[in-house]
């Protein structure tokens, strides 16, 4: 996980279109396992971030989805 973000936040590598929306969904599922994490670790002290970032994370699913 930690080497696929490196290499697309990596300002030197030249993304294609594709490669761009490969990576957008990339980072979208790596949250969708750090979020859980994020919750068992956290949950009790950050409980409304939590809960926002699930919200953002189906928000932009959604968003996604209806450009498809």
Same mark, same amino acid.
């Given at each position: !996980?930690?080497?696929?973000? /490196? =290499?697309? #936040?990596? &300002? /030197? *590598?030249?993304?294609?279109? @594709? *490669? %761009?929306?490969? $990576?957008? =969904?990339? !980072?979208?599922? #790596?949250? $969708? %396992?750090? +979020?859980?994490? &994020? @919750?068992? /670790? #956290? $949950?009790? #002290?950050?409980?409304? $971030? +939590?809960? @926002?970032?699930? /919200?953002? %994370? &189906?928000? *932009? @699913?959604?968003? =996604? &989805?209806?450009? %498809?």
């Amino acid at each position: !996980m930690r080497e696929k973000a /490196r =290499h697309l #936040f990596d &300002a /030197r *590598n030249q993304l294609t279109d @594709e *490669n %761009l929306a490969t $990576g957008t =969904h990339l !980072m979208r599922d #790596f949250l $969708g %396992l750090l +979020i859980p994490e &994020a @919750e068992r /670790r #956290f $949950g009790r #002290f950050a409980p409304a $971030g +939590i809960e @926002e970032a699930r /919200r953002r %994370l &189906a928000a *932009n @699913e959604a968003v =996604h &989805a209806s450009r %498809l």
